[in-house]
């Protein structure tokens, strides 16, 4: 059996299947009026990945910041943001995704009326220790 093998069948099998409304609300350090849901994660076996839900109210967000060695990828559901990437800014919607290549500052603010749902793809997986403030 390989490592991996041996690692997933340590691994609660119904962890492989998840609903947004299974998976445990927080609120993310850095990030004002958002609550996220981890749905790939370590605890669910990923070793190469994480990806959430997040919803993120009007007028809210994540401040600057940045992740050492830690690619993101937003991928808007609802709602329009404001997103900076270093010296780039612009506004996205629904059916639109946005880039943060590891190490650049960025920052996400949910903009308009109504608030953003954004599904959110780290790799490797983020966890809340690898954020440093800008």
């Given amino acids: 059996m390989t490592d991996h093998a041996a690692k997933a069948a340590h691994i609660d099998p119904e962890k492989f299947f998840m609903r947004e409304a299974d998976a445990e609300p927080y609120s993310p350090r850095g990030h004002s009026g958002t609550v996220n849901r981890r749905l790939v994660s370590p605890e669910t076996g990923a070793t190469q990945m994480e990806v959430l839900i997040g919803r993120i109210e009007p007028g809210e967000g994540a401040s600057a910041h940045l992740h ?3 690619d993101q990828f937003c991928w808007m559901l609802e709602g329009r943001a404001r997103v900076e990437i ?5 506004e996205i919607g629904a059916g639109e995704c946005c880039f943060f290549p590891a190490d650049m500052p960025h920052t996400f603010t949910a903009i308009g009326d109504g608030p953003v749902r954004v599904l959110i793809c780290y790799a490797p997986p983020y966890g809340e220790g690898a954020r440093v403030e800008c």
């Fill in 86 to 90: 270093g010296s780039l800014a612009r």
């Fill in 68 to 70: 050492p060695g830690i």
